[in-house]
């Protein structure tokens, strides 16, 4: 009956501690969510301890947590707080697997059908993660990229069609943090990376002839949720001769066909 008494206490003591961990994992999830509705402009300390019901103390505590994971940062100079790329890279992890698992039959189609190299892109922050890739029967083959490989957003057709049919804000945003990294790519500058997206937006794609990468033709087709917004995008590649402007259509179309929310259950 002692050890068995015991045994309870035991339990009882440490029943505190756990509860303590579940309750600082909850406000840490709370600062994370004010954080995140902050996130364009900056989140303070004050308004965010107030927000989520936490002494200022207790907040910054959780915050200097998270900002040393890497899931939160801070700027000493602006006393802002921002989400972190950790978080972006976990998230792109689930977000990757989940929109490729939906998409993949729509690639295999349009691979079938075109019989080029076609690649699906997902954001992730100011960059776009090639997410997967079909291979086509066409003998000469397009390989731009690898699954996984990150570039900044607006290098690639498909990168570009991404920001290019987003909001305004959003691409001013973008373009603007990414031009210091455009030249790294055959030498591309924020002007082309402007003048390209302009002209998208005329033409309903974006058409790289070359640009991005040497010897090779790519249509990038931005794909749109039920609400319009852009959720991915596909770009189908291939040698220039197979990318006429009457095939650059065909093709934009099969691909708008072919990622219709209600044909890959958005």
């Known amino acids: 009956m002692t050890a068995k008494g015991t045994g309870g206490v035991k339990d009882e003591a440490k029943a505190p501690s756990s509860q303590g ?14 954080v995140a509705e902050q996130n364009k402009r900056g989140a ?5 301890a107030r927000k989520v019901g936490l002494h200022v103390a207790t907040a910054r505590r959780l915050l200097q947590v998270l900002a040393e994971e890497g899931v939160v940062t801070y700027d000493p100079v602006t006393k802002l707080y921002h989400l972190g790329l950790e978080l972006f890279r ?40 090639c997410a997967d890739m079909i291979q086509g029967e066409y003998p000469i083959r397009t390989i731009l990229v690898n699954v996984g490989s990150r570039r900044p957003l607006g290098i690639g057709a498909g990168s570009l069609a991404m920001i290019a049919f987003s909001d305004p804000e959003d691409f001013e ?26 002209k998208a937006l005329k033409d309903g794609y974006v058409f790289s002839d070359g640009l991005f990468h040497k010897d090779a033709a790519s249509v990038g087709v931005p794909v749109l949720d039920q609400d319009g917004k852009v ?12 990318m006429s402007a009457k095939r650059r259509k065909q093709i934009v179309q099969l691909v708008k066909e072919q990622t219709r929310p209600e044909i890959v259950g958005l």
Not at 21 to 34: C, F, H, I, K
Not at 234 to 242: H, N
Request: with cysteine; charged share 20%.
């Open 231 to 242: 959720i991915c995008a596909v770009t189908v590649s291939a040698i220039r001769a197979r």
């Open 173 to 198: 945003r973008v373009v603007t943090a990414n031009a210091p990294r455009y030249s790294q790519f055959q030498g591309r500058s924020e002007k082309e990376i402007r003048a390209m997206a302009t």
């Open 90 to 129: 976990l998230g792109s992890q689930a977000q990757q697997y989940a929109i490729r698992n939906r998409f993949h039959p729509a690639l295999e189609r349009i691979a079938k059908e075109t019989q080029d190299t076609v690649f699906l892109l997902i954001r992730l922050g100011n960059d776009v993660l």
């Open 44 to 48: 303070r300390l004050s308004p965010l």
């Open 21 to 34: 961990g579940a309750q600082s994992v909850q406000r840490a999830m709370s600062l994370l969510r004010a």
